[in-house]
């Protein structure tokens, strides 16, 4: 995790460079979880970022490598789909990106995948996987199997620490209603096949309704801090979010859409579309309190839902 960032003023002589740079190379999914918006109706066509178009991306963003601490490569949907992943990493890595990650359902993590991410050099894999039997996590991932993913994370991880490859592991379990009762045995089985000297993690989150989008699965806020309903989030001032067909996002809630028309990353210089008079004025509203003006912000858990991570 990166740590907070003082959030700063959005006087435009001072343009914010993202800490953290999230680029969605793949929208689609070989999976239909219910708690996800992937399949919800959307003016976006599913498929893979053109592989010129990433590079011309890298090249603007290039010049910031010393101050983007956080190269993501996935957005909504499953980064192993991707043609072109190992490709994409072993480019970011050669032109100076550092901490790139994905996240992956880990169901079509096969040994050749394997294989060519480990010598990518990729340097996060968070694995999602949610239960600690194959009824619950079948449940909740549906379309993936539960012994395929399993026995794919466990192999890439010896193979990890056989090439002594320097990528980490994170075993994401999203907390819910279905899952709960399994997360001690969870992280007793991973726990048995992580190693902390590596910096992998076991890590809980709870579920969350994307800003309302998925109904039914609103986060538990029982145990969370009140007073973050309407603090500025310190997403929309260091992470940068560029969809598969180059539009830029507020943020992951805003993924499904990037609905705030903020630009094209594709046809202008990403860093100055973070900076564009149509971001900065999303970012006084939250410096002035107003966030909750703002449809998807209104009731978002997302800071709220970070105070009430677990490791395992
Ligand atoms: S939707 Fe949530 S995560 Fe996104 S900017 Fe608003 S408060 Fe932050």
Redesign the pocket.
């Given at each position: 995790m990166i740590a907070p960032l003082p959030l700063a003023t959005t006087e435009p002589t001072k343009p914010i460079i993202p800490r953290r740079v999230v680029i969605e190379t793949m929208f689609g999914c070989n999976a239909t979880c219910g708690m996800c918006v992937i399949n919800h109706p959307t003016r976006r066509k599913k498929g893979h970022m053109p592989m010129e178009s990433y590079r011309q991306l890298l090249e603007h963003l290039a010049p910031h490598c010393d101050t983007i601490e956080k190269f993501d490569l996935f957005g909504l949907g499953e980064p192993l789909l991707d043609p072109y992943l190992a490709e994409r990493i072993r480019l970011a890595k050669a032109m100076g990106f550092r901490n790139t990650a994905i996240s992956t359902n880990a169901h079509l993590l096969d040994a050749k995948r394997r294989n060519d991410l480990l010598n990518a050099g990729l340097d996060t894999v968070i694995c999602s996987i949610d239960g600690a039997t194959k009824a619950t996590h079948e449940a909740i991932r549906t379309r993936t199997n539960f012994e395929r993913v399993v026995n794919n994370v466990v192999a890439m991880v010896r193979e990890r620490d056989a090439g002594d490859f320097s990528t980490r592991f994170v075993i994401r379990f999203i907390r819910q209603p279905a899952n709960i009762t399994e997360w001690d045995a969870y992280r007793t089985f991973w726990g048995g096949i992580v190693s902390a000297s590596r910096r992998d993690l076991i890590l809980a989150y709870d579920i969350h309704d994307w800003?309302g989008q998925v109904k039914g699965r609103a986060t538990p806020m029982a145990l969370a801090d009140t007073a973050l309903d309407s603090a500025p989030?310190?997403?929309?001032f260091e992470k940068l979010v560029i969809l598969a067909d180059g539009s830029v996002a507020?943020?992951?809630?805003?993924i499904l859409e990037a609905q705030f028309g903020f630009g094209n990353a594709f046809e202008n210089d990403p860093i100055a579309i973070f900076n564009a008079p149509r971001f900065r004025k999303?970012r006084d509203l939250?410096l002035a309190g107003k966030?909750k003006s703002?449809n998807?912000?209104k009731d978002?858990?997302?800071?709220q839902n970070e105070t009430l991570q677990t490791e395992g």
């Open positions: 800003s989030c310190h997403h929309i507020l943020c992951f809630e805003d999303v939250h966030r703002l998807i912000c978002c858990k997302v800071l």
